[in-house]
């Protein structure tokens, strides 16, 4: 039994209760969690904007230790730092046999349900369930990493940042040379940013309409800030670029305003990638004839097309030298009682991440 952060109901506050965790059966593994961020996911499953399976067991960008695993697992083993990932590949399914496993269709979780103490079954937040001292995951949810990385910075790739950084990289291609614009500059945002400055962006655009998120993307390597409050971004981006539009513009927001922002800011032939998540309400209209006449490419990044066992540990390499600032991702080190009011300083955008540690 152990303390994890719970939401019982659409817009209850969350609540710090004692959770069953089962010891690991097949192909499970038992983790002993040092840090988690606070994301906005956590936030959508709280308001019932992911769905209705309540009660939750919120918590998702994760790091820590194996504790232990269930029979047949040999990826991991008790004793290893691991980030958490929600995206354990099968191996078996149409994407996967393709060779595109980071579109895995069949994704795997923990078969066994963490309870509360009167047996009602938890529903964890895309499948991690990490607000808990001690959290029960598929094992292919667990991807090894150099263990002297900070967990608190390297645990934010398990969402939020890898998100950002693989709509540039991954999804987007960005190249040598090539000049980006990202709308939207809160955690994915910024991800992307620094996404583009790796992968060796010359012109790297960033637009918002708080200044204080202008003057984070700027330290992650931002090299011009629009504030949207004060200029058209579509003309503020076009003329940046020569007059010609961005050669990849990444919506990190997900609406349909940023997202027609997004298409009309890119070069003809850019690119544009959806990476901010729009809710089921939302709709779009275009002339037929600006998409064909503009050519390039509609892409969207799901988890920054990553695949973890590829990714995580190079971005942790990166990270241990001083190449990805990850640190700079970590506004506030919280308890895990604090979860609620880091869910209001992230509506009032005054941080990037708040992470818990344990």
């Known amino acids: 039994m152990v303390q994890g952060v719970v939401a019982r109901g659409k817009g209850v506050p969350v609540e710090l209760v004692t959770v069953v965790v089962p010891e690991p059966g097949p192909g499970e593994a038992l983790v002993k969690v040092q840090a988690c961020g606070v994301c906005h996911t956590d936030l959508h499953y709280r308001e019932g904007g992911i769905n209705d399976d309540f009660p939750f067991l919120l918590g998702h960008e994760a790091a ?10 040999e990826d991991v083993a008790p004793g290893d730092f691991v980030v958490l990932n929600w995206r354990a590949v099968c191996g078996r399914c149409r994407a996967c046999l393709r060779g595109r496993p980071w579109y895995c269709f069949d994704t795997h979780n923990a078969a066994q349900p963490m309870t509360l103490e009167d047996g009602t079954k938890l529903s964890p937040a895309l499948g991690i369930g990490a607000f808990a001292e001690k959290t029960l995951v598929h094992s292919g949810q667990c991807t090894k990493v150099d263990p002297a990385a900070r967990p608190a910075a390297v645990g934010l790739l398990g969402c939020g940042v890898m998100a950002g950084i693989g709509a540039a990289i991954n999804t987007g291609g960005v190249g040598r040379g090539d000049s980006v614009a990202v709308i939207g500059c809160g955690g994915v945002g910024d991800g992307a940013v620094l996404g583009a400055r790796l992968a060796g962006a010359a012109t790297i655009i960033a637009v918002d ?30 003329e940046l670029t020569g007059g010609f539009g961005a050669d990849l513009v ?15 800011a890119r070069d003809l032939a850019g690119t544009v990638v959806l990476v901010g998540v729009p809710t089921p309400d939302m709709t779009l209209e275009m002339p037929l004839i600006d998409l064909f006449s503009r050519g390039g490419a509609l892409k969207s990044s799901w988890y920054g097309d990553c695949l973890p066992t590829r990714d995580f540990p190079m971005l942790v390499d990166l990270y241990r030298s001083g190449r990805l600032n990850l640190d700079g991702f970590v506004s506030e080190e919280i308890g895990l009682g604090d979860v609620e009011s880091a869910f209001g300083k992230m509506h009032e955008g005054g941080v990037l991440r708040s992470v818990v540690i344990f």
């Open 64 to 73: 820590g230790v194996v504790e232990a695993v269930g029979e047949g697992v």
């Open 209 to 238: 309409v708080d200044p204080r998120k202008l003057q984070w993307a700027k330290d992650f390597g931002a090299t011009h800030t629009v504030n949207a409050k004060d200029t058209d971004p579509v003309e503020a981006i076009r």
């Open 250 to 264: 990444i919506d990190a927001v997900g609406r349909p305003e940023t997202w027609k922002q997004a298409f009309y």
